[in-house]
């Protein structure tokens, strides 16, 4: 996760929502909203939030919650999220039996402002659940409540990085979910396989503990969604970094598909 200033992309978190919320008008399976709002020195923000609902399937529909900008100087995961969802509204087929409930910018003072930390100096995804009153933590804990999401996926980007990486949480799920994911990325960019990423040990890109107060589903959330962070390199070049993602996350929901089959199956 950065440490570092990176350079900018776009600083205008309606610059890259606008076209969204433009093609929501004339795409049914895409709506967009807000998700909650909040006010920083008589200057309002929004936390946006989008939906897309793919073709149906034999099965219920998946609730799958995707996070991006979290620390604002990251934005290859917001414009990702944004690039993947336009694809969609193209070709929904590729959503077929999911949900998907998209927060492309979850720091929009730290977007706009290029910054890590949000408006009060914090790091947001330290926040979580430890009764933080940082409002953009309050608006996202209401979503993870009400959303019950079957899975849950972060994206960041790490500028101590050389390469690709996730966490899967010590989980056998999301390991299972994030070892194709980055195999499938591993074809735009390169994997970190080193033994010690982000100060913690690592095997081929996989860590399994992760800090404390990190973005995640309310603790007494039965059964738990699947719960992936996945990173890329924040000095690769951009449109490489949006590549990797979109791949990864096409590859995690097609791995959950097969996962629920073969459950079924059992």
Not at 7 to 22: D, G, I
Not at 33 to 45: I, Q, R, Y
Not at 196 to 208: C, P, Q, T, Y
Request: aromatic letters at 8%.
């Amino acid at each position: 996760m950065s440490t570092l200033t990176a350079q900018p992309v776009s600083r205008s978190s309606r610059a890259l929502l606008s076209p969204l919320f433009e093609l929501a008008k004339y795409c049914p399976a895409l709506k967009g909203g807000v998700a909650g709002n909040f006010s920083v020195n008589g200057e309002a923000h929004d936390i946006t939030r989008f939906h897309f609902r793919g073709p149906k399937a034999e099965h219920d529909p998946l609730r799958i919650g995707l996070f991006a900008a979290l620390h604002g100087d990251e934005p290859a995961g917001a414009e990702a999220l944004v690039r993947w969802l336009a694809e969609l509204a193209g070709e929904p087929w590729r959503a077929t039996g999911y949900d998907l409930t998209v927060f492309p910018i979850c720091n929009p003072t730290g977007y706009e402002a290029n910054t890590r930390h949000n408006h009060a100096g914090l790091d947001l995804n330290r926040e979580f659940w430890r009764k933080s009153a940082q409002p953009e933590v309050g608006i996202l804990e209401r979503e993870l409540t009400a959303g019950k999401f079957d899975g849950i996926i972060t994206l960041h980007s790490d500028d101590t990085s050389e390469g690709l990486y996730g966490y899967a949480h010590g989980r056998l799920l999301n390991e299972a979910l994030l070892k194709p994911a980055l195999r499938a990325s591993e074809r735009v960019l390169p994997r970190n396989r080193a033994s010690v990423i982000d100060g913690f040990e690592a095997s081929e890109g996989l860590i399994h503990r992760c800090f404390e107060g990190v973005l995640s589903a309310p603790v007494q959330q039965r059964p738990q969604p699947f719960d992936l962070i996945f990173e890329t390199p924040a000095l690769a070049p951009i449109d490489l970094q949006i590549e990797a993602t979109v791949i990864a996350l096409e590859t995690v929901l097609e791995e959950y598909r097969v996962f629920l089959a073969h459950s079924i199956n059992l």
